[in-house]
């Protein structure tokens, strides 16, 4: 194999590897709920081509409502659901939609659409 072959098989390989991680394995830090003055721990969150928070980090044991505000048409977007938590809404396009659950234990669940194409993640952590 030439060395021009060898240069150009790394380059490839250091690009998918670069995608893969980028889709597939980066994760955020997340955005921590904010508590209002009712005691939830609140977070507003665009549905616009994904979530936006994307990853939010919230306490166990105590009360969370997540706004969910859709700015789009696409009908994957239509609803979310949160099914750890047996909890899903319908999403009309331009209105805020509150989704409220008590997370009783630390742990790792995911928001999605009803196809499962757009993903959140809600990391509950130990108080």
């Not at 670069?18 to 009712?38: I, M, P, Y």
């Not at 009783?104 to 108080?127: S, W």
């Amino acid at each position: 194999m030439t060395p021009d072959r060898i240069l150009v098989t790394l380059v490839g390989l250091t690009a998918i590897a670069a995608v893969a991680w980028f889709f597939w394995f980066k994760r955020a830090e997340g955005v921590a709920a904010a508590t209002v003055s009712d005691g939830y721990q609140e977070v507003m969150i665009l549905v616009k081509g994904g979530y936006t928070p994307d990853t939010i980090r919230v306490s166990a044991g105590r009360p969370v409502r997540l706004l969910f505000r859709r700015e789009e048409t696409a009908a994957c977007s239509e609803q979310v659901v949160l099914a750890d938590f047996g909890k899903s809404a319908v999403l009309p396009e331009g209105h805020v939609v509150p989704v409220e659950f008590l997370p009783a234990e630390p742990g790792e669940h995911e928001f999605t659409c009803q196809m499962g194409m757009l993903r959140g993640r809600l990391l509950v952590e130990a108080v």
